[in-house]
């Protein structure tokens, strides 16, 4: 049996490995190993180490802290990536503290840790390993009772990536799920100290960087019209109708989003946190108007903590798994024809995100229904 | 009109102009547009006339609304200057014409190349490739004296078609409603399960 010790050990050495292969790649090959955005960040911070707006690098679309975080990026050109890396293991070391507080076996937090989308993702420079590490940190502490810890975690989690918002109502109703009444102490104090810090923060790079700030960080991705190719339903539809009547198209996808998000907060949370919260960002993923592969890593983290509450089989789990591979790689030919290969093929690649809906709605169906009920357990302060 | 859709793509192969020249006492200038898919490769070769002389070029690069180029894509020794920022994610119909031009110090014989990327041109009713244009530079030679490449790249980029817009409106709405029907039913069956004591 592996015990913790050896799966961060061999979490550590597969990162570190990657991390030094990575600059090896970069300085030998014309196809770098590193994303784009971890330029994108760099280029940042250099602008905020010269006393500049981080904003003057086109397409910075996050929060400052980002940029200051990573201004050593200019005397050490991987330590962002480090930083991302120790985000990955705190993400892991939440994982299992999460599982630990279920009585669940450790070893499924492997499925994060060891996960090639995960080491990948942080090894070639995103940033999604620090959001994810505030949320796990957030559901901990949550779990733990800790209303200030998880507020503060949560606040920042939202501030540092605005997609973490679509858990706000369960993660309300959660924080004294014993009580029917809307409105309790505790839920107040953890609205007032996650919604304060992040209104704080807004306020505060408001005063320093402006209306930039705002609209790069916040407003973009709700008036982002995205008209290049991507997995969501509604990639073709906005291309088409992008110079008449894209914005009620926009609606079309942003409506059923969250009217199912608020839907499921209200009648799932109390009886499953975790399969609530993978539900809601399933939902939140598949019916974007933008999706990318990014987005994967979203559930993927929090499918340590989701499976161990599932009563399906493991036959069951790998016929999801291949579905879901299966639908991906069939869009990934079709985008490949388009993006490389300069075919004609925008039908192709719409009836393939369709087919990348319906892999992902049955996924999610199974998973809702297969739910367990998990009695009330809070752990005492 | 099939046999118009069946035959474009072949007349469009037929058209597209992948290199363009230009020569004179002073210089000569070759320029290649390297790639299939929407990011392509400009490869650029100057020679100077007289081996051994030392001069300064300015290439004057006109990115017109359906390209763009990615100002940090393009190498720092080329000196790019941008005049205006260039907005690499919309469409060619919200885009404007751009400049930008490369300084460079040269004796005999240079070659760089930068990457270059096709916007999402505008869909057609059902022909689906369009032809684009990409001019060539202006090279101001030596401060005082200008050429201009009239020679230009054409381009076939692959659209979307507007007649698909009927089948893809329904079948997207026709998705959502499937899709929020059988969530809600899920979750329906999830919380009608009794909760164990």
């Known amino acids: ?173 959660w924080v004294d799920k014993e009580k029917s009444s809307i409105f309790t102490y505790k839920r107040l104090k953890f609205t007032i100290i996650s919604g304060g810090l992040f209104l704080w923060l807004i306020f505060v790079f408001w005063i320093i960087y402006g209306w930039e700030f705002l609209y790069e960080t916040y407003l973009y991705h709700f008036i982002r019209k995205d008209s290049r190719h991507n997995f969501s339903l509604y990639f073709y539809i906005l291309y088409l109708t992008y110079n008449f009547s894209a914005k009620i198209f926009g609606l079309l996808a942003f409506i059923p989003q969250w009217a199912l998000i608020i839907y499921l ?82 039908l192709q690649i719409w009836i393939a995100s369709s087919l990348f809906f319906i892999s992902n709605l049955w996924i999610l169906c199974e998973i809702i229904k297969a739910s367990q009920i998990v009695p009330n357990k809070i752990a005492e302060n | 009109m099939n046999i118009i859709v069946f035959i474009s793509p072949l007349l469009i192969i037929t058209l597209s102009q992948n290199i363009i020249t230009f020569d004179n006492s002073v210089l000569s200038f070759s320029r290649e547009l390297i790639g299939i898919g929407f990011t392509k490769q400009l490869y650029t070769k100057i020679s100077l006339k007289n081996p051994s002389e030392k001069a300064f070029i300015t290439l004057i690069e006109p990115v017109p609304y359906t390209w763009f180029v990615d100002q940090e894509e393009v190498p720092d020794y080329l000196n790019p200057k941008f005049s205006s920022l260039i907005d690499i994610e919309l469409p060619s119909s919200h885009s404007t014409n751009h400049t930008f031009t490369i300084n460079l110090e040269i004796t005999g014989d240079y070659e760089f190349t930068y990457p270059i990327h096709m916007r999402y041109n505008d869909p057609t009713y059902d022909v689906p490739y369009k032809m684009i244009k990409l001019p ?59 909760i164990p004591k």
């Open chain 1, 265 to 346: 907060s209200l009648f799932m949370t109390k009886k499953n946190l975790y399969s609530t919260i993978i539900a809601e960002t399933f939902i939140f993923v598949i019916f974007n108007k933008v999706c990318t592969a990014q987005y994967f890593i979203w559930y993927i983290t929090l499918l340590p903590i989701v499976i161990p509450k599932i009563n399906l089989s493991f036959k069951k789990w790998i016929t999801i798994l291949l579905f879901w591979i299966i639908s991906e790689a069939h869009w990934l030919y079709w985008g490949y024809h388009l993006e490389f290969l300069g075919e004609s093929v925008f």
């Open chain 2, 136 to 194: 060539g530079p202006q090279i101001k030679y030596k401060e005082n004296q200008i050429f201009t490449v009239n020679d230009e790249f054409m381009a076939e980029i692959p659209v979307g078609l507007t007649k698909h817009i009927p089948i893809v409106v329904m079948g997207t709405i026709l998705l959502e409603i499937i899709a929020v029907f059988s969530i809600i039913l899920a979750a329906n069956k999830f919380t009608h399960h009794i």
């Open chain 1, 1 to 173: 049996m592996i015990g913790r010790n050896s799966l961060f050990i061999a979490s550590i050495v597969v990162r570190i490995f990657l991390l030094v292969y990575g600059e090896w790649q970069d300085r030998t090959m014309d196809v770098k190993y590193t994303d784009l955005d971890y330029q994108v960040y760099s280029d940042s911070a250099k602008y905020v180490l010269d006393g500049k707006s981080p904003y003057l690098r086109h397409t910075y679309r996050y929060t400052p802290l980002l940029a200051y975080i990573l201004i050593p990026n200019w005397y050490i050109s991987f330590w962002g990536k480090l930083i991302f890396i120790v985000c990955d293991l705190l993400c892991g070391y939440f994982l299992i503290k999460l599982l630990e507080l279920e009585n669940e076996s450790l070893l499924w937090s492997s499925t994060f840790l060891l996960n090639p989308i995960a080491f990948n993702m942080s090894t070639r420079g995103s940033s999604d390993s620090l959001t994810s590490f505030l949320l796990l940190s957030t559901i901990y502490f949550l779990k733990k009772n800790k209303i200030w810890q998880a507020g503060i975690l949560y606040g920042l989690s939202v501030h540092f990536r605005i997609y973490p918002i679509i858990y706000s109502f369960s993660f309300y109703i």
